[in-house]
């Protein structure tokens, strides 16, 4: 459902994500580790079409990003971990926006985009200005919009900043459900905790390079630390 083959992006001389080669399969939860500037947040935003990659390619549900961007942004749920919206729209009017975009079905809207309101605990606040929003209920309503048009591969970005005990509950789950559901989710996050309860595999990249991927228990095993939790093993693996 995802694939990168041999996918980098260099900066003057600076290889912010070297030669990184995976592949992530349909209703799979992929979690992607790192230091701070390993190379996460450029690999997502190559993933996602903000970036282009300086070589290499990224295939999302069979689909080149290079030949064909729109079409393979189609088949994905972004959701950045600084979300930036239009506060001067209410809910309601920025998931209407969002619908357009990726062409939703003008008759069945309301009730979707109602069901997520409610899903995200935004139903009373549908009709507000974006601007009075916390940066919670911003994270929920960026997560809100990109399910509107049913994705099939879900990227994000930090889900759980800026979000309360109960919403994480619900994202953890929600995530959950969605993989079950054949969705395919790609997430970043700096949150071991979280990677080692709703992860199936996890991959760890440092220096911009992949220098692990598997279970929990692949990469405690590899970091020689079977008897310790994800902690220690990305911490042996780093440093």
Not at 30 to 44: D, R, S, V, W
Request: net charge negative.
């Amino acid at each position: 459902m995802i694939e990168l083959k041999d996918l980098t992006k260099i900066y003057v001389d600076f290889p912010a994500v070297d030669n990184l080669n995976l592949a992530v399969q349909k209703g799979e939860v992929f979690g992607f580790i790192g230091p701070n500037g390993a190379g996460k947040t450029t690999t997502i935003k190559m993933m996602g079409g903000i970036l282009d990659p300086t070589r290499g390619s990224i295939m999302i549900a069979g689909i080149n990003m290079k030949d064909n961007p729109e079409k393979a942004k189609s088949k994905i749920g972004f959701i950045p971990d600084r979300p930036y919206l239009y506060e001067k729209l209410t809910g309601m009017e920025f998931l209407k926006f969002t619908a357009d975009l990726y062409k939703v079905n003008k008759d069945g809207f309301l009730k979707k985009a109602k069901e997520k309101l409610d899903m995200f605990s935004l139903s009373d606040w549908s009709n507000e200005l974006i601007e009075s929003y916390s940066h919670g209920m911003r994270q929920r309503l960026i997560m809100a919009a990109a399910l509107l048009h049913d994705p099939e591969v879900i990227i994000v970005d930090e889900p759980m900043v800026g979000l309360d005990p109960v919403a994480i509950m619900l994202v953890k789950d929600l995530f959950k459900d969605l993989a079950k559901q054949g969705v395919t989710i790609f997430m970043s996050t700096h949150t071991l905790k979280i990677a080692e309860d709703i992860c199936d595999r996890i991959g760890v990249i440092h220096k911009g390079r992949l220098i692990a991927t598997g279970t929990t228990e692949d990469l405690q095993r590899e970091a020689q630390v079977t008897d310790a939790d994800l902690e220690k093993a990305f911490l042996n693996l780093t440093k």
